[in-house]
């Protein structure tokens, strides 16, 4: 269903499955494809099997069938330390009793590289995370963004074609977080190495990839680029988990085309939606639609869905008000109300007319 | 507290005559009372505080290890037999060159010192006491002294010659040289003795006999055994703590307990299932003689020598080596080992130069536990250790408990002490204390 | 007879509670704190000494204590620390000596304080020649023995004799000795050809300890030590080894009571003295010396040797011994002081011991080490 696969494929899961306990399955029937130079994130609640994944890729787990592909060779029987594959773990996982010289040293002396070279090497990598006058200290020593900065160079430090982060920056604080992002897809971008990618966080996901695997349910729901995952979610679940989404439930009653009528199930209406993911006529359906595509309607305007609405709720954010009203009996759907000085002022209780086009209200699985 | 000045609570307004400004230099809390002082008053009390929860701890250590052990080197010095027995009879003996045997003039002031012993009450007598720590520098001396003490009153000028008839040591001046060396209240003789050496007829420190030399090379065995019952702690011990702290927490502790059953099992039990198992004709044998591995004339000797010691001792020992050592390796997380073989190293690579530094406090900590206790062991060493298993502390033990000889077993015991202490301060200089994780 | 009827009253009228109060009185209960060796050997003496007392004298009340393997320590550490706890102590001559010299037990004079004998003979003349120390009251005399396994030898060649445990060419097989020099050392220049008479006059010659050390060389590689007494025949019972050291109080026990297969070599038994020594400073002298007055009879002593094999110290005691009180077996063939047992004895020469043992016991340690 997700088969993009191309012959250029740099890492490819060839129906890969995992069990841990022969019962249930982890990782069910999984096929992706990374292409070299590629940044690939893996996006997932916990447990949704994406970390095993890499753990597979990495080879501290084994497939329970099927083949992981690297570079065009299966790497199924490759121990770890032979895979040449960089990592950076969610701990960072820096040898305390090493000095970070050391440290980024460690995986040059393994593949017996001269004295000099290492320095040249371990020096390079380390100003490349601007950490040049850090190499005596010891991991105990360094901040939390410092250590990250390390462990990064440490993955890179003997020029892997791919590297693995398993949720590197899930301990740091946000402002750090994020300048770890941009410096992370920075180095990406100009080493022009691989990087698979392994996060819960879903603004980190948007930011960073080339391309997002979303993960649950030991499947893949969706692999796309960012903004198609945003904005062209191809089900429920993806909808729900990436950005703010609000749902509306309701039956099919009509297909014409692309577009499909719905009529919602707590009695509010009909609406006109994007034909997205819908069985057939009679089919239950979840209705997608983004905040920010909703709109308040003057008496005059002309828009495919028009509804009445009453304000619940304001929560002020600066930029923008989120509005939380009442439509067609679900009272937590959210409007974006920009906060421009054109605006017009809303308040708790008002009655509002909500409208939005068909093209933004996308029919789903009912999930 | 500058809420004080601030608040307006009047100052020292019985002497309003001082000037403003120097009533305000002094900082006084909101009652008027001043700032430092206040401070003080408050510090004291955490101070107090705190020294009554340490009290009973300092007091109990102070009486139950710290006095003892300053009782201990005292009596490892102490020599007040001499003096108190024979006052008249050293200060005769001033200036005597320790060669000829000493005249009639000393052998008077003896018989005086023997008298006055005889008239004190009986709990103050001072002859019995002399003849056992003579004793331990000769032979025979505790004899020669107390069957002369009978004599005594019957003694008549010349009193060398009743002397000399009484028992023939008094004729040999090597009594006296102990007489005259040992007549100080402080000696250094147990120390002496405690190093296999002995004092020769000019007063120097010599080796002793050969076939009267035992402590040195019973240092020597009791530091070699300590060493090796360490080491093999920490052969048997590491591999157990591993798993262990690789195994989920339920069999982690189950595992556990197997390991500090020797702690909750009486010594007797112990000490039976040892020899049942370790005896010639025991259960180990047996079973190698059935699956044909020795003969059955050439049963092995596992108990009542150095290897039954070196057996029970490390399996009582096992869990001070273990405990460490797992408390250290469960802090270790798999994410060490899973990023040194992401970097290119094997298992072994991986495992000697990412995970076994990482586990050196454990291994320093149950180390040099394993090591101190073992070094002042003598229960088991003296139920299973037959002779060649035996360790310093069961010739210390024996001193305490047989002869009687608390000085030398004092001496011993010091010399144990004190070498555990600079055995620890080298360990301290070479691997840093710091770097201990005892739990 | 008075105090039993100021008792009834007392049981009837509450006035006369105060009469009972003061007749109690007159005998508060004591409890006599008594050391000795534990095991068989105490029983023996509860059965024979403290039952008796006890039923003669309701108040009274003895606890026992198995401290006498160090009760040479004890005693001096209870009387140096001014505490002393222990009202009677069980221990050996030699331990008795030092402790006397010491000053910290109590100079005994026989005749005053212990019974004479049923014809009147004082206690200085009854007890056996030799065994009384001036703070020491003899209660039995033990020897140390030698015993075999006769299943580890064939039955036509069955060792009998001390020179037979130095004879490894014809009684192969290991042996057990007690891990200090006494005994061992007297054995090895009686087993060399030294009559047991000048077996200590020799020992105390720097050419005659040479000599038992070599003679001691000749089986060193067979030699099992044992420490404490209990382990001897437990090492014969476990097949162990084919002779063994021990006492033969509990050698006659191993083998009578507990049916242990073994026999006893009386040629060149150790024979020794054990009795009664009194603590200076005891909490209960006077109760301890009326007990001590008791226990030390005549008929006592010859009690004791009903319920263990160690024969009494008084001579008037030995024609009183009859048959174990509970095997039935006659006890005066297992004394180690019957006639026919008493052919060859070396009789433990405390003085030589007290001379001599410090050195002894360093060399003897040396030579195990070697």
Redesign the interface.
């Known amino acids: 269903m997700f088969d993009v696969r191309d012959d250029t494929a740099f890492v490819r899961f060839d129906r890969v499955q995992k069990s841990y306990d022969g019962v249930s399955l982890v990782v069910k029937d999984l096929n992706l494809d990374i292409a070299r130079g590629e940044f690939m994130t893996m996006l997932g609640p916990s447990g949704s099997g994406k970390t095993t994944c890499l753990m597979m890729l990495a080879g501290f787990e084994t497939a329970t069938s099927g083949d992981i592909l690297l570079g065009g060779k299966p790497i199924n029987n490759i121990p770890p330390h032979k895979r040449g594959i960089g990592m950076v773990f969610q701990n960072y996982a820096l040898f305390p009793h090493m000095t970070v010289g050391e440290n980024l040293s460690f995986p040059l002396e393994v593949r017996g590289l001269g004295r000099s070279d290492r320095e040249a090497k371990v020096k390079r990598a380390l100003d490349m995370v601007q950490m040049g006058a850090f190499a005596g200290r010891r991991p105990a020593q360094l901040s939390g963004g410092q250590q990250q900065r390390i462990a990064l160079a440490r993955a890179l430090v003997f020029e892997p074609d791919l590297v693995l982060m398993d949720e590197p920056l899930g301990a740091l604080d946000k402002n750090l977080r994020e300048r770890m992002q941009y410096e992370i897809k920075h180095i990406h971008e100009s080493l022009g190495v691989t990087v698979v990618y392994v996060t819960h966080d879903q603004t980190e996901a948007l930011t960073m990839s080339d391309k997002v695997a979303v993960f649950d349910d030991g499947k893949i729901q969706q692999l796309a680029p960012p903004d198609i995952l945003y904005e062209e979610p191809s089900n429920a679940f993806v909808a729900a988990f990436i950005g703010e989404n609000n749902t509306l439930r309701g039956q099919v009653v009509r297909i014409e085309g692309d577009v499909c009528t719905v009529k919602l199930s707590e009695g509010g209406g009909e609406v006109k939606a994007l034909r997205v993911n819908v069985e057939g006529e009679g089919a239950q359906t979840t209705l997608s639609l983004r905040p920010e595509r909703v709109m308040i309607a003057g008496g005059d305007s002309h828009m495919d869905n028009v509804f009445d609405a009453q304000v619940q709720e304001l929560i002020y954010l600066g930029d923008h008000i989120r509005v939380r009203v009442q439509v067609a009996g679900n009272d937590e759907f959210i409007v974006k109300v920009p906060n421009s000085s054109s605006g017009r002022k809303v308040r708790v209780g008002d009655a509002l007319r909500l409208g939005w086009a068909m093209q933004d209200c996308r029919a789903l699985d009912p999930s | 507290m500058a809420q004080a000045d601030a608040g307006g609570v009047p100052l020292e307004t019985g002497r309003s005559g001082k000037p403003a400004s120097e009533k305000r230099q002094k900082l006084v809390t909101a009652d008027g009372t001043p700032l430092k002082r206040a401070l003080q008053r408050a510090e004291r009390r955490r101070v107090l505080a705190a020294l009554l929860l340490v009290a009973p701890l300092l007091v109990f250590l102070l009486t139950v290890f710290i006095f003892p052990i300053g009782q201990m080197m005292w009596r490892s010095v102490d020599n007040p037999q001499v003096v108190n027995a024979l006052p008249n009879t050293l200060q005769a003996l001033q200036g005597w060159d320790g060669r000829e045997l000493p005249d009639e003039r000393v052998f008077a002031a003896l018989r005086d010192d023997f008298l006055a012993d005889a008239e004190r009450p009986?709990?103050?007598?001072t002859?019995?006491?002399l003849?056992?720590r003579l004793?331990?520098e000769l032979?025979?001396?505790?004899?020669a002294i107390?069957r002369t003490a009978r004599q005594v009153p019957q003694f008549e000028e010349p009193y060398k010659e009743a002397f000399l008839d009484a028992h023939r040591l008094w004729g040999d001046p090597a009594l006296w040289r102990v007489i005259q060396r040992e007549g100080r209240p402080l000696t250094m003789s147990y120390y002496v003795a405690a190093l296999d050496r002995e004092f020769d007829e000019f007063g120097n420190i010599v080796q002793r006999d050969e076939?009267?030399?035992?402590y040195v090379?019973?240092y020597g065995?009791t530091l070699a055994l300590s060493v090796g019952i360490t080491f093999l702690c920490f052969l048997l011990g590491f591999p157990i703590a591993y798993y262990m702290s690789i195994l989920p927490m339920r069999q982690a502790n189950l595992l556990m307990i197997c390991v500090l059953l020797p702690f909750w099992t009486s010594l007797l039990v112990r000490t039976t299932a040892w020899?049942v198992l370790l005896?010639?004709?025991g259960v180990v044998n047996t079973l190698l003689v059935s699956v044909g591995l020795i003969g059955d004339d050439n049963r092995l000797s596992l108990i009542?020598n150095m290897t039954g010691t070196i057996i029970a001792m490390t399996h009582i020992l096992l869990p001070f080596m273990v405990l460490p050592l797992y408390s250290v390796m469960r802090t270790i997380?798999p994410?060490?080992m899973?990023?040194?073989?992401?970097?290119?190293?094997?298992?072994t690579?991986?495992f000697r130069?990412?995970y076994f530094?990482?586990t050196?406090p454990g291994i320093g900590a149950g180390a040099v536990l394993v090591f101190i206790i073992s070094i002042g062991y003598y229960i088991t060493p003296?139920?299973v250790g037959?002779?060649?298993g035996?360790m310093i502390s069961n010739?210390i033990a024996r001193h305490?408990?047989?002869?009687?000889?608390?000085g030398l077993a004092a001496a011993l015991g010091t010399m144990l002490l004190v070498g555990v202490l600079v055995l620890y301060w080298l360990y301290q200089r070479l691997v840093g204390a710091e770097s201990l994780k005892l739990g | 007879m008075t105090q039993r009827s100021l008792k009834l009253i007392g049981a009837g009228s509450a006035v006369s509670l105060l009469a009972l109060g003061a007749a109690q009185a007159a005998e508060d209960p004591i409890s006599l704190t008594i050391v000795s060796w534990g095991g068989a050997y105490t029983q023996s003496q509860v059965r024979a000494y403290h039952e008796p007392w006890m039923e003669l004298n309701p108040h009274v009340t003895i606890i026992n204590d198995d401290g006498s393997a160090n009760a040479l320590a004890g005693l001096r550490a209870q009387s140096q620390a001014g505490n002393v706890t222990w009202d009677l102590v069980d221990m050996l001559p030699s331990d008795a000596q030092l402790a006397c010299d010491e000053g910290i037990i109590l100079p005994i004079d026989h005749d005053e304080m212990l019974a004479a004998a049923p014809d009147g003979t004082p206690a200085s003349e009854d007890f056996l020649p030799g065994s009384l120390g001036e703070c020491f009251i003899p209660q039995i005399v033990y020897s140390t023995v030698l015993t075999f396994r006769p299943g580890a030898f064939p039955e036509d060649n069955q060792p009998s004799s001390i020179a037979d445990l130095f004879d490894t060419e014809n009684f192969p097989g290991r042996r057990a000795l007690q891990d200090r020099p006494g005994t061992n050392l007297e054995w090895a220049l009686y087993a060399d050809g030294v009559d047991p008479d000048d077996i200590y006059d020799v020992l105390a010659t720097p050419e005659g300890q040479d000599r038992a050390f070599a003679k001691l060389d000749t089986i060193k590689d067979d030699i099992v030590f044992w420490t404490e007494g209990a382990q001897a025949p437990q090492l014969l019972a476990d097949g162990e080894v084919v002779f063994a050291t021990g006492y033969n109080g509990r050698m006659f026990d191993a083998i009578e009571v507990e049916g242990m297969e073994a026999e006893i070599i009386w040629d060149g038994q150790v024979v020794e003295w054990d009795g009664w020594v009194v603590p200076a400073d005891g909490p209960n002298v006077d109760a301890v010396m009326e007990y001590l007055y008791f226990a030390t009879d005549t008929q006592r002593l010859a009690d004791q040797a009903s319920f263990i094999s160690y024969g009494p110290a008084r001579a008037s005691s030995a024609e009183l011994v009859g048959e174990h009180a509970d095997l039935g077996i006659d006890m005066n063939e297992h004394m180690p002081t019957a006639p026919e047992n008493y052919f060859a004895p070396i009789v433990l020469d405390n003085d030589f011991w007290t001379d001599y043992g410090d050195e002894l016991r360093e060399r003897f340690a040396n030579w195990m080490l070697q």
């Not at chain 2, 305490?400 to 608390?406: D, G, K, R, V, Y």
């Open positions: 009986r709990r103050e007598q002859i019995g006491p003849g056992i004793n331990y032979s025979a001396a505790r004899g107390s076939n009267r030399r035992i090379s019973l065995r020899i005896q010639q004709q009542y997380p994410s060490y899973r990023a040194a073989k992401s970097l290119g190293a094997t298992p690579t991986a130069r990412v530094p990482q050196l003296a139920l037959g002779q060649s035996r010739e305490m408990q047989q002869s009687l000889n608390w």
